[in-house]
């Protein structure tokens, strides 16, 4: 079971964490992932770690921009500069196995969305 917290209001250019606490074991061949979703508009990757290797990856629309990072059995994402379309409910999910873990298609669990809305 994955629980998301930390989304809320914010202006562009403020920063804003979100939090994802997994009640189940990790192992450190999975890999946890952010999505997010826009209204009428697909669920997009946003960033993905590793979990044993703490590799990290990237949407480009975000890099520079939000981290993303782990401890025992949360992982979080740091968003800083953000923006207007920024603007959406974040998930985030676990990938066990698959081609690929940029699709959410690809993972097995979810949390139930923080919801992030940018003013400009």
């Known amino acids: 079971q994955l629980q998301a917290c930390g989304g809320g209001l914010a202006q562009a250019g403020d920063s804003l964490r979100l939090s994802c606490a997994a009640s189940?074991?990790?192992?450190?061949?999975?890999?946890m992932g952010w999505f997010r979703q826009a209204p009428e508009r697909e669920r997009d990757f946003v960033a993905a770690?590793?979990?044993?290797?703490?590799t990290t990856y990237f949407a480009d629309s975000v890099k520079g921009r939000f981290t993303i990072s782990r401890d025992q059995n949360t992982v979080y994402l740091q968003m800083a500069s953000l923006k207007p379309e920024d603007t959406a409910v974040y998930y985030c999910?676990?990938?066990?196995?698959?081609?690929?873990?940029?699709?959410?298609?690809?993972?097995?669990?979810w949390g139930q969305g923080t919801q992030v809305t940018v003013s400009s």
């Open positions: 999910a676990l990938f066990r196995r698959g081609d690929s873990f940029y699709y959410p298609r690809y993972y097995d669990y």
């Open positions: 189940g074991r990790i192992f450190s061949s999975h890999i």
């Open positions: 770690i590793r979990w044993g290797a703490r």
